[in-house]
């Protein structure tokens, strides 16, 4: 059983930028990918960006590509995603899981984070 912790959301202008990290424990993180997924109010929940377990794979959506970086540090067993260019249109509730990715539309996220929250203003 693994357990993600999500922080470092909260609010920024336009342009702004946000590290999220993704704090895992109880279960061997180092051994599943890690995704990171965003779901604004009324709207699907959709992938952001992933790494594989040992971080060299790195896939993003399109319209975040070039703005943020997923990165993980197994030796402290934590995530994280650094949002650069921030745009109101980035503003979700951004959850973390682990688990075994295929590609971006065909995973299998084993454990979620309740997430956290970002805020983009203009």
Same mark, same amino acid.
């Given at each position: 059983?693994?357990?993600?912790?999500?922080?470092?959301?909260?609010?920024?202008? /336009?342009? $702004?930028?946000? *590290?999220?990290?993704?704090?895992?424990?109880? @279960?061997? !993180?180092?051994?599943?990918?890690?995704?990171?997924?965003?779901?604004?109010?009324?709207?699907?929940?959709?992938?952001?960006?992933?790494?594989? /377990?040992? $971080?060299?794979? *790195?896939?993003?959506?399109?319209?975040?590509? @070039?703005? !943020?970086?997923?990165?993980?540090?197994?030796?402290?067993?934590?995530?994280?995603?650094?949002?650069?260019?921030?745009?109101?249109?980035?503003? /979700?509730?951004?959850?973390?899981?682990?688990?075994?990715?295929?590609?971006?539309?065909?995973?299998?996220?084993?454990?979620?984070?309740?997430?956290?929250?970002?805020?983009?203003?203009?």
């Amino acid at each position: 059983q693994v357990t993600l912790v999500e922080s470092g959301g909260g609010f920024v202008q /336009a342009g $702004g930028s946000l *590290r999220l990290s993704c704090a895992a424990s109880g @279960g061997t !993180f180092s051994e599943y990918a890690m995704a990171w997924f965003r779901q604004a109010p009324g709207k699907e929940r959709e992938f952001v960006a992933s790494t594989s /377990a040992s $971080g060299t794979i *790195r896939w993003y959506a399109e319209t975040v590509r @070039g703005r !943020f970086t997923v990165s993980r540090d197994n030796a402290i067993d934590t995530g994280f995603l650094e949002m650069n260019s921030l745009k109101p249109e980035d503003s /979700a509730n951004y959850s973390c899981a682990v688990g075994y990715m295929f590609s971006q539309k065909n995973y299998i996220m084993h454990y979620w984070g309740r997430g956290t929250l970002v805020t983009v203003s203009l």
